[in-house]
Each structure stands twice: as structure tokens, then as C-alpha cells.
């Protein structure tokens, strides 16, 4: 949601030239910076050198450059010298290759942990998954098996990979009616053809193979919310325009 707002507020910025909108993006990329999650800060760095780069009417090309650049080197700065953020990259290096050990464990290993444990899962399980009801209690199985440490015990870790999660649970026909859900959804997406539908649309799928984006009731909820908020106004769109032909 929040990227979806700075995306909003960038865009009024850049094409509309709404200056005050600038007062919101820092307060939409405050939040995302002290949430402190990588995959939000780096979708967002993206987002907005993208929208820089491409979508901006306010810069020539080597205004751009120089803006992109600025824009770069200050967060290579905040990564750096800020300490939650920096120590949430550090970990990455640190502790990709060390399982959890003990109280040894951190967002990093313990997510190395169930890519590792989905892995195991649906060597044996790919035709028709575990089931849904017993993906959870699978995957502690597998955890316990495998790690010497009580991680999955204090909180319950799914597959955090919606992708994953629909094939454990479901097997491959599963994952095959999924897919053929997004396929749909990208057509008609294609055809509503709006540049902030595209950017909440690839956020949400990009953040589904780090998290079980779906699974949480919010998760579903907003993207029907706004997904069929655009498509509603498409249609409106399109009656008026055949209201006006007629």
C-alpha cells in the first residue's frame, strides 16, 4: 500500500507538477525505510528511479542522470550509515549459508530454512500437495528434522512464497489454476492499460515470491479492492465514451 501511494504521489509530482506532493512521498518512503524490510526499500528505490528515468516531465536527460544519481548515492548513504538498515543487509552476507542454529537464527537463515524444508516437501507431495490444512504442521515437521534450533516454535513460518504455498498445499494443479488466475488477471490488466495499476500489480506479484502475500485475508483484500476499483472505472470509461459515439 505504501508503495503504491509514493508511486501515486511521484506521479502527480512528475507529470502533473503538483509540488506538494512531495511532502507526502517523504512521508511514504519514511515509513517504508523504518519498516525496515528489503524487499520494500529495494521495490521502492526502483520505483522511484524508474519513474525518474522514464515518466518524468519536469528533467532533461542529463537533469535525470544527475537527479538518478544524487538519488543513488543518498540511499547507498542511509544503507550504509544507518544502523537498522545497514545491519538488515549486513545479514544477508553474513548468513545465507549458515542455518539456524540454537538461538543463532535471523530473517535470512530461517527464510534459507524454508526454501529448503518447501524443497523436501514437494519432491514427495508435487502431484496433489500436502493439503492446506497441513502445510503448516508439514513444514514444522521438516524444520525440526532438520535444524537444531526451536525458530519455528515461537512463530509459525509458512512458505513465505505464495507461489510455493499453492503448490505444497495443492500440488501442481493447484500451482496450473493459479497461474491461469494470473493470466487473466493480466489480460484484463492489459486492457484497463494504467500506469499505477502496473505498478501495484508487479509489486504484489514480486512481493508473492517473498511472501505469502494471498494468504493473509488483507492480502486478497486490497488487491481485489483496487484491482477491480481500476477496472471499474475503465468500464465507466468505456460507456461514456459509447453513451457519446451513440
Do not use: W
Not at 491461469?180 to 504484489?204: A, D, P
Request: hydrophobic letters at 50%; charged letters at 15%; a positive charge.
Amino acid at each position: 500500500m505504501v508503495l503504491f501511494c509514493a508511486a501515486f504521489s511521484l506521479e502527480n509530482l512528475l507529470k502533473r507538477r503538483k509540488y506538494y506532493e512531495i511532502l507526502y512521498l517523504l512521508v511514504f518512503m519514511g515509513i517504508t525505510f523504518m519498516l525496515v524490510a528489503k524487499i520494500n526499500i529495494l521495490l521502492l528505490l526502483v520505483l522511484i528511479g524508474c519513474m525518474i528515468l522514464f515518466r518524468s516531465q519536469l528533467f532533461n536527460y542529463k537533469q535525470k542522470a544527475v537527479l538518478l544519481l544524487t538519488f543513488i548515492l543518498t540511499c547507498i548513504v542511509l544503507i550504509i550509515y544507518v544502523p537498522g538498515l545497514k545491519n538488515r543487509f549486513v545479514e544477508i552476507l553474513n548468513s545465507y549459508n549458515k542455518p539456524p542454529t540454537g538461538v543463532a537464527h535471523d530473517s535470512t537463515n530461517i527464510r534459507i530454512a524454508i526454501v529448503s524444508c518447501s524443497a523436501e516437501i514437494a519432491k514427495e507431495n508435487y502431484v496433489f500437495g500436502v493439503g492446506f490444512d497441513k502445510l503448516q504442521d508439514t513444514l514444522d515437521e521438516c524444520y525440526k528434522a532438520n535444524y537444531n534450533s526451536n525458530f519455528y516454535e515461537t512463530i509459525k513460518y509458512m512458505t513465505h512464497n505464495y507461489f510455493a504455498y499453492i503448490f505444497l498445499s495443492a500440488g501442481i494443479f493447484g500451482l496450473i489454476a493459479f497461474l491461469f488466475y494470473c493470466y487473466k488477471s493480466l489480460r484484463i490488466i492489459l486492457k484497463v492499460n494504467r500506469f499505477l495499476l502496473y505498478i501495484m500489480v508487479s509489486n504484489i506479484f514480486i512481493i508473492c515470491f517473498t511472501e505469502d502475500f494471498f494468504y493473509r485475508h488483507y492480502g486478497i483484500f486490497f488487491y481485489q479492492l483496487i484491482f477491480m476499483t481500476f477496472v471499474n472505472a475503465y468500464l465507466a470509461q468505456k460507456e461514456e465514451k459509447n453513451t457519446a459515439i451513440s
